[in-house]
C-alpha cells in the first residue's frame, strides 16, 4: 500500500510536467499583452524604449523557453512561485491564503451533492416507477439542465428585487465568525453541490438497480432481511463503487464551478483571485494556481483509487 | 400428523411481452420432516419459479403469486405479512441457490454473512454471531474454518463458497432447505460431495429437503420422493423407487432414457426427448406435452390432463395407459 502511494505519487512528475508546459505556453498566448495592458493603466507615454525596459524588468524579454526553466526551477529550488507582475506579492502566499476557503468551498459542495444525490439515487430505485422515482429523476434532469451560474445569478438578483435581501458580499473569515461563514458559503454550496448531485444521483440510482438484481441480494432476502438492511448492507455498498469514481472525474467540474460561485458571490478564493489574473494576464499567478490546482486534482484522484480497498476487497494495492 | 409443507394449487404468473404467462400452474405437493423431495424438469419447466414462490421471493413485478396455497407449521405463508415472512425465511425456511460464484456478497467476509442469519433471528451479538459462523464453516468441513472466517469469498473455490452457502442455510437450524440446483454450477468431482453433505447435514438436523434438479441421478440417489415438472405443472409424482423403476409418464420415461446407466444393456443408446420445451405463452389446449409425445392420442390434444392415482400414492397426469404405451421401454 505505501510502495503504492509512493509510486501513483511519483506519477505526480510527468503529468504536472506537461500540465506547466501546456499552462505556461497558452497563458503567454492569450491575445492582449501584459506590456499594453501597464503601459495602457499607467499612461506612460509608449515609446519602443520603455516597452522593452519594461519588459527587461519584467523578464518577459527572454524567450520562453528560458522563462519556463527560469519559473520551474525556483519552484523545484526555493519552493518560490514567484511575484505577482502587478503588485510584486508572493504568489505562493497568495495562494495559500486563499486555497482554504476554495477547498471549504469545494468540500461543502460535494457534501451537499452527496448528501443529495446518495439517497435520492437509492430511493429512487428500491422504488422504481412509482412517483418518488419519477420526481428524483425529473430533479435530476433539472439540475442537469440548468447551468450553476445562471442559478447563481438568479439567487442573487430576484431576492433582491422582491424582498430586497441579497447574500452577503462583504467576506466573513471562518475563524471570525465560523457560523457566519458557513451559512455564507451555504448558498454557492447548495447550488454547486444540486447541479453536481445530478449526475451521480443517476448514476447511484443506475447502480441500485443493476446491484439490486444480482444474486447475492436475492440471498439476502432469502436470509430474512427487511429491505432497510438488504439495501443498506447488501446492496449500498457495492454499488457505491463507480459512484466514487464519477466523484473523481467530477473533481475538475467542481474546481471550475468553485471559480464561477466565487465570482458571483465575491468569495475570495482562488477561483476569484485566478479570474482576476487572467484579466490582467498576471502570468505567474495563473500559472502557479493552475499547478496548485493539477496537484489537487491528482491527489483527488488518488484518494479515490485508495477509498476503492476500503468498499471493494478484491481491491488489493501493490 | 399433519404434513410440514403443503403446497395446493400453486400458480404464478409473469408478466411478459407477449402476454401473462403461467410459470407455475396449479402445482401441487407436500413434504413431510425429514423427508427430501425432488423436484426435477427441464430449464423453464418452473422449479426454480416453485422454490421462489414459496419463499415469495418472487420479483413482483414482473411475477405473481395469483393462487394457492403454501401451508407450512399450520400457517398459509402466501397470506403472512412482509415482517412474517421475513421472520420464516432464513430462520424455518432456508435456501440454496444454484451460483455459488455470485449468491455470496463480494465486499462482505464469509463469516458476517453466514453468522447473519443468527443475529438477525436469534438476536446474537456480531461477536457470538461470528463464532457461530466458525462453527458452521467447520461443520461443512470447510478447512482451517476458524481463520475463514474473515476471508472475503473471492478467496474461496466454487465448492467452498457452496458449503458457505449450506453452513448459512443451518445457521438457524430450519425445518426445511430449499436447494435450487446447488450443484449445477461445480466440477463434477465436487457435486457429489456437497450432496452426500447436504444430506448428511439435513438429516443430522431433522431438517426437510427440498431439492431442486434436473439431474435423474441425482434423484435416485438423495431423494425420498420426486415430483416431475413439465411447462409449469406437475406430470407425475410418487417416490424416488417407483419414478425411477415404473416411471409412468411419458416425458419421464423421456428422462429416464436420456441417462446413461451401469446396468444398462451394452451398446444401448440414450434416446434423447424430440423437440424443444414448449414457449409458456403459446401453451397448446391440451397437454403440454403432446407435440412431443410418442404415445399421443387425440384426446391429449384436446383436454389437459390432470394428476390421477395409479396406485401407492404415485400419480401421473397422462391419459394413456402406461402398459399401452409404445413408447420409450421403461427401465425395468
Known amino acids: 500500500m505505501r510502495a503504492y502511494v509512493i509510486r501513483r505519487l511519483l506519477a505526480l512528475i510527468p503529468t504536472l510536467f506537461f500540465a506547466s508546459v501546456i499552462v505556461f505556453v497558452t497563458v503567454r498566448m492569450i491575445p492582449g499583452d501584459i506590456i499594453d495592458m501597464m503601459i495602457a493603466q499607467n499612461d506612460i507615454s509608449a515609446n519602443a524604449a520603455s516597452r522593452t525596459q519594461l519588459e527587461a524588468a519584467l523578464g518577459l524579454d527572454q524567450p520562453m523557453h528560458i522563462q519556463y526553466v527560469r519559473w520551474i526551477g525556483k519552484i523545484l529550488f526555493q519552493g518560490d512561485f514567484g511575484s505577482s507582475l502587478w503588485q510584486e506579492q508572493s504568489v505562493i502566499e497568495e495562494i495559500l491564503s486563499r486555497l482554504p476557503t476554495t477547498f471549504q468551498l469545494g468540500f461543502m459542495a460535494l457534501c451537499v451533492a452527496l448528501v443529495v444525490a446518495v439517497p435520492v439515487g437509492v430511493w429512487s430505485a428500491i422504488r422504481q416507477d412509482t412517483w418518488g422515482d419519477y420526481v428524483g429523476r425529473s430533479f435530476s434532469i433539472l439540475m442537469l439542465a440548468v447551468p450553476s451560474f445562471w442559478l447563481g445569478t438568479i439567487v442573487m438578483v430576484f431576492p433582491a428585487i422582491w424582498w430586497g435581501w441579497s447574500p452577503e458580499v462583504r467576506f466573513i473569515s471562518f475563524w471570525q465568525d465560523p457560523v457566519g461563514n458557513m451559512l455564507q458559503l451555504a448558498i454557492p454550496a447548495v447550488i454547486l453541490g444540486t447541479s453536481l448531485s445530478a449526475i451521480t444521483m443517476r448514476m447511484t440510482r443506475t447502480m441500485m438497480l443493476e446491484v439490486l438484481r444480482q444474486d447475492y441480494v436475492r440471498t439476502a432476502w432469502a436470509k430474512g432481511m427487511n429491505e432497510r438492511t438488504v439495501v443498506v448492507r447488501h446492496a449500498l455498498r457495492n454499488a457505491l463503487i463507480p459512484v466514487v469514481t464519477l466523484i473523481g472525474l467530477q473533481a475538475p467540474i467542481l474546481i471550475g464551478g468553485t471559480v464561477i460561485m466565487e465570482q458571483i458571490f465575491v468569495i475570495p478564493g482562488m477561483g476569484l483571485m485566478l479570474l482576476e489574473a487572467v484579466s490582467r494576464r498576471d502570468y505567474p499567478i495563473i500559472t502557479g494556481v493552475f499547478l496548485i490546482v493539477g496537484v489537487a486534482v491528482v491527489l483527488i484522484n488518488l484518494l479515490v483509487d485508495l477509498s476503492y480497498g476500503l468498499l471493494d476487497p478484491k481491491v488489493r494495492y501493490r | ?332
Not at chain 2, 2 to 25: H, I, Q, Y
Not at chain 2, 156 to 173: D, E, K, N, T, V
Not at chain 2, 200 to 219: C, K, M, P, S, Y
Request: proline share 7%; net charge neutral.
Open chain 2, 1 to 332: 400428523m399433519s404434513k410440514l409443507l403443503e403446497v395446493t394449487g400453486l400458480t404464478t404468473r409473469f408478466r411478459t411481452e407477449r402476454g401473462a404467462v403461467m410459470a407455475v400452474d396449479d402445482v401441487s405437493f407436500d413434504v413431510d420432516a425429514g423427508e427430501t423431495l425432488a423436484i426435477v424438469g427441464e430449464s423453464g419447466s418452473g422449479k426454480s419459479v416453485t422454490a421462489l414462490s414459496l419463499m415469495r421471493l418472487i420479483p413482483n413485478p414482473p411475477g405473481e403469486i395469483t393462487a394457492g396455497t403454501v401451508m407450512f407449521e399450520g400457517r398459509d405463508l402466501l397470506k403472512l405479512s412482509d415482517a412474517e415472512m421475513q421472520a420464516v425465511r432464513g430462520d424455518r425456511i432456508a435456501m440454496i441457490f444454484q451460483e455459488p460464484m455470485t449468491s455470496l456478497n463480494p465486499s462482505l467476509t464469509v463469516g458476517l454473512q453466514v453468522g447473519e442469519p443468527v443475529q438477525l433471528h436469534r438476536g446474537a451479538t456480531w461477536k457470538a454471531a461470528l463464532e457461530k459462523a466458525g462453527e458452521l464453516l467447520m461443520r461443512v468441513r470447510i478447512p482451517d474454518a476458524k481463520a475463514r472466517v474473515d476471508a472475503y469469498p473471492h478467496q474461496f473455490s466454487g465448492g467452498m463458497r457452496q458449503r458457505a452457502m449450506i453452513a448459512m442455510a443451518l445457521a438457524c437450524q430450519p425445518k426445511l432447505i430449499i436447494a435450487d440446483e446447488p450443484t449445477t454450477a461445480l466440477d463434477v468431482t465436487v457435486q457429489s460431495q456437497i450432496l452426500s453433505l447436504l444430506k448428511e447435514l439435513t438429516r443430522e438436523t431433522g431438517a426437510a429437503l427440498i431439492l431442486i434438479t434436473h439431474d435423474l441421478g441425482v434423484v435416485a440417489r438423495y431423494a425420498d420422493r420426486v415430483s416431475v415438472m413439465y411447462a409449469g405443472r406437475v406430470v407425475e409424482t410418487g417416490t424416488a423407487r417407483d419414478i425411477y423403476k415404473r416411471p409412468q409418464h411419458p416425458y419421464t420415461r423421456g428422462l429416464m432414457a436420456c441417462v446413461p446407466r451401469l446396468d444398462g444393456a451394452l451398446g444401448s443408446r440414450l434416446v434423447p426427448i424430440e423437440g424443444q420445451p414448449p414457449d409458456l405463452s403459446r401453451l397448446p389446449p391440451g397437454c403440454a406435452f403432446a407435440p412431443r409425445c410418442v404415445d399421443v392420442t387425440d384426446k391429449c390434444l384436446l383436454s389437459r390432463p390432470v394428476l390421477e392415482d395409479v396406485g401407492g400414492g404415485h400419480h401421473k397426469a397422462c391419459f394413456v395407459p402406461a402398459n399401452a404405451a409404445a413408447g420409450v421401454p421403461a427401465h425395468a
